[in-house]
């Protein structure tokens, strides 16, 4: 999909972004099954549902129970490699059938991804085609996790560190078969500082798809990064120097540009030295910078700027070095709030 044919269509994008939520997952994580208690839910009942399968025949729509027009199939549905058009072209035609149907339109959209998928890929595609990125607006990732299997899973397929490492919400399933581990609630802690981590039986899914406001991040600890399966490693810094919008975006625009397929997922609050006071919710995504959410006010009471970096094959002194105008302390999340 051509930024050129976006910027074609940026006369008719929605009066407001539409949210769209990621929910991904291994395969047999339970993320149809999830989804499925999302749609059950009246409130979403305007959602319109994007499925992407691996293989070439499909059947995670058929198991969906809900009565709706909104359910879409993307054929040989690996998001990975059919990401730059057939993914694209599924969303542009949800969004012009949301306009021309003369039908109530819908008011989010949720996409499942394949239990192969990095949801890396999919997030740079609604950022780098200029009419998707006008007319969505990411609201959250959640990742399915299974209590029987997470942790061998995890500790045998890359895919689904990524996929862990990626979230801001890890669900937890299968919990009424067996508790999460120890094990397996540190290794999605280390994993992913950033994610809360739910027992996805006790919580209102609908609420936990969609929901993505911006929360507190992590508090701080004495301890530095680690490195976990499959080279996927994160880093929590402090920036005890305030840097001007310029100055930061230089930072990470570099880091992006060096080291980007390496970048799963960069998350912070950041009040600029150039500012009027007030918080950025920053987000990035491998090669991809999204522009700062402004807050009304700090989330939490550490009111200082801090960022986590989750990355795969990336020593944490490069990331440190591209920030040295800032100051930079690494800080831990082994007690903190996601």
Not at 5 to 23: F, H, M, Q, T, W
Not at 68 to 84: F, H, K, Q, W
Not at 95 to 103: C, K, L
């Amino acid at each position: 999909m051509s930024v050129a044919r976006g910027l074609k269509n940026l006369a008719v994008v929605p009066a407001e972004p539409i949210p769209l939520s990621v929910l991904t997952g291994f395969l047999g994580s339970g993320k149809t099954t999830f989804l499925g208690r999302v749609l059950a839910s009246p409130d979403l009942a305007d959602t319109a549902v994007v499925i992407s399968e691996f293989g070439a025949v499909a059947l995670d729509h058929l198991l969906i129970e809900a009565e709706s027009e909104g359910i879409v199939d993307l054929p040989n549905g690996c998001t990975c490699c059919a990401v730059r058009q057939g993914l694209a072209d599924t969303l542009y035609r949800l969004v012009d059938h949301r306009r021309d149907s003369g039908r109530p339109p819908f008011r989010r959209i949720a996409l499942e991804t394949s239990g192969l998928a990095d949801p890396a890929p999919i997030l740079y595609t609604l950022s780098a085609d200029a009419y998707l990125e006008a007319s969505l607006r990411l609201d959250r990732v959640v990742t399915t996790i299974d209590t029987i299997a997470g942790s061998s899973t995890l500790e045998r397929f890359p895919e689904a560190t990524a996929q862990a490492a990626s979230a801001d919400l890890l669900v937890l399933t299968k919990t009424d078969l067996a508790p999460a581990t120890p094990e397996l609630l540190e290794l999605l802690t280390a994993l992913n500082p950033i994610a809360r981590v739910v027992d996805g039986g006790a919580i209102d899914a609908a609420a936990a798809l969609f929901g993505g406001a911006p929360i507190a991040l992590p508090r701080p600890r004495l301890r530095a990064e680690a490195v976990h399966a499959h080279g996927i490693g994160s880093l929590c810094l402090r920036l005890q120097q305030p840097m001007t919008r310029l100055e930061f975006a230089m930072a990470l625009g570099r880091l992006a540009q060096e080291h980007g397929e390496k970048l799963l997922r960069v998350k912070g609050l950041v009040e600029f030295a150039d500012g009027d006071g007030r918080p950025a919710a920053i987000h990035a995504v491998q090669h991809t910078m999204y522009p700062p959410r402004w807050l009304a006010d700090w989330p939490d009471a550490d009111r200082s700027s801090r960022l986590v970096f989750i990355f795969r094959d990336l020593e944490p002194e490069i990331v440190l070095a591209h920030f040295m105008r800032g100051d930079p302390v690494k800080i831990d999340t082994g007690e903190g709030e996601a």
